[in-house]
């Protein structure tokens, strides 16, 4: 049934569909991006393009990778490729701390208990909130969230495929987004900093550089789902008279064990960050810099990541020893084994992806093309708030085709980031317009791959509903989201306002 129905299906959506299943597979992706690379140094360097680096002033020509030294230096640094791509061991530590968390319950039981005592309009909120902080618990929040909500909506006697709509549109259009730093941050800062570094090689930036447009975005994709939902999907939808197909109630339900499994991680965590917060209280703590600040260049900045990994830990920890999950070293061996079985995709695309970095950089057209290509938009005189705009659709778009924004960012990153720095944008505010441009249309593609898990969802509440149907319903939360966001960049970037712990929206402000 779902076959035929794909296969009706008409429009602009249905393009988009399919040539969104003509994409390769990253791997594929990235092989080609490389034998361009190759090419493009090959005739760069030949008809002699250079650029002058702004600051040391140095000239800079695209170097041929197709010639025998290149290819020795290349074939000499395989390994070490993996091993320098600058996200790949922070992943492998946080996606085994962070599956602790997931297959012992703790992220599960977490969000159920955030939404069972919701009412009202206060329920949309609640669920839209709670979405837009999901991608801390991965993928799988698409899943979870959707599927909680329409059983929440049902027991309330709403309409249950709103509910279910309402949570997936809500992780998806915030999953740049959050309340705590995660997984997200870990991953991109990296790529940010070594992008940058193509322009200022002594530039550095924290994980929290982001932090304030993060949380912020976060309440504003929740609203925009709120809003949404109460104007345009309910009104659509209407009442409920139907009777969902094998819906437990129990499937929102969280068990005695379950609770006090939660208070104690949740006690754990508290003490944990309270401990933190009263560490960095003196004015000489060991948490502060020299000069006794707690964000520019304190030793808190520099082992954020150490407390994030901790923060992930701790409670996953306490919640799958209290449920008897983890019963001794080798039921905690399996959960963490499975947890980097888990992310296995990854680690297979960094072999490329990091040949990719290498050769990206050894050829110098990273930094060729971000610096005149910087230069042609000066001269174009085109306002700096049009070039952000464009950034922002053009990562929403590119999203409709290529799901994983690690991978988009991967090839957006290393040119957008030291491009955009020449017209004296921090990267920091870069990597937010990846992650809030690259959310507004998660819940719209057809090639996420939980689209087909919330097909089926919502044929159990109603055996009519289509591809079109959830099409129709998704468009006004990637318009509501577009609206948002870019309002929220337009305010950022005319008041110039912070995008995180001591970094500016602009260089050198």
């Known amino acids: 049934m779902a076959q035929s129905t794909l296969i009706r299906n008409k429009g602009i959506l249905a393009s988009i569909e399919r040539v969104g299943n003509k994409m390769p597979h990253p791997i594929a992706l990235f092989l080609g991006i490389i034998i361009i690379v190759l090419v493009l140094s090959f005739i760069l360097s030949l008809l002699g393009v250079s650029a002058v680096h702004p600051h040391t002033k140095a000239v800079l020509p695209v170097k041929n990778l197709l010639s025998v030294s290149a290819l020795l230096d290349w074939g000499g640094n395989l390994s070490r490729n993996l091993q320098n791509f600058p996200v790949l061991a922070s992943v492998l530590i946080l996606a085994a701390c962070t599956g602790v968390c997931e297959q012992t319950g703790f992220f599960s039981t977490m969000i159920k208990s955030s939404l069972r005592n919701a009412s009202g309009n ?26 909680l909500s329409a059983t929440i909506f049902y027991g309330i006697g709403r309409n249950p495929l709103v509910g279910l709509f309402l949570g997936y549109a809500a992780v998806g259009g915030g999953y740049g987004t959050n309340l705590i730093p995660g997984g997200w941050d870990v991953i991109l800062t990296p790529v940010t900093v070594q992008a940058a570094q193509l322009i200022d090689p002594t530039f550095d ?64 965590l508290s003490a944990y960050l309270l401990f933190i917060v009263v560490m960095c209280i003196p004015q000489n703590s060991f948490l502060r810099s020299p000069t006794g600040s707690l964000t520019v260049n304190s ?11 901790l923060a992930f830990l701790l409670p996953g920890l306490t ?41 990206f950089a050894q050829s110098n057209l990273g930094t060729v093309l971000a610096i005149q290509g910087g230069e042609a938009l000066k001269a174009m005189a ?11 659709l053009l990562e929403g778009i590119a999203d409709l085709f290529i799901v994983s ?35 507004i249309c998660n819940h719209l593609t057809p090639l996420n791959s939980f689209f087909p898990v ?56």
């Open 299 to 309: 030793p808190l900045m520099k082992t954020m990541y150490a407390h994030l990994v």
């Open 454 to 509: 919330l097909y089926g969802l919502a044929q159990k509440y109603d055996k009519n509903i289509g591809i079109g149907t959830i099409f129709s319903t998704m468009i006004p939360y990637t318009i509501g989201y577009t609206i948002a966001y870019l309002a929220m960049i337009i305010i950022w970037m005319t008041f110039g306002l912070p995008t995180g712990f001591d970094t500016p929206i602009f260089l050198g402000q």
């Open 319 to 359: 919640f799958g020893i209290t449920t008897g999950k983890i019963k001794n070293i080798k039921s905690l061996s399996d959960i963490l084994t499975k947890s980097i079985i888990n992310i296995a995709p990854f680690i297979v695309i960094a072999i490329i992806v990091s040949q990719f970095l290498f050769l």
């Open 122 to 147: 206060a329920v949309i909120f609640t669920i839209a909130l709670v979405g837009s902080c999901g991608n801390i618990a991965g993928d799988v929040s698409f899943l979870i969230v959707s599927s």
């Open 205 to 268: 930036m924290n994980l929290v550089s982001g932090y304030y447009m993060m949380v912020v975005g976060t309440f504003v994709a929740a609203t925009t789902a709120t809003i949404v939902t109460i104007k345009f999907i309910e009104p659509k939808f209407g009442p409920y008279k139907g009777t969902p197909e094998g819906l437990d109630a129990k499937d929102s339900e969280v068990t005695p064990l379950q609770t006090k499994a939660l208070k104690r991680s949740l006690i754990v």
């Open 405 to 439: 924004g690690s991978s988009r960012y991967l090839i957006f990153g290393p040119v957008f980031v030291p491009m955009l720095m020449q017209l004296g944008i921090h990267p920091a505010f870069v990597q937010m317009l990846h992650r809030t441009g690259g959310s």
């Open 382 to 392: 085109v306002p700096v708030l049009v070039i952000v705009i464009a950034f922002f």
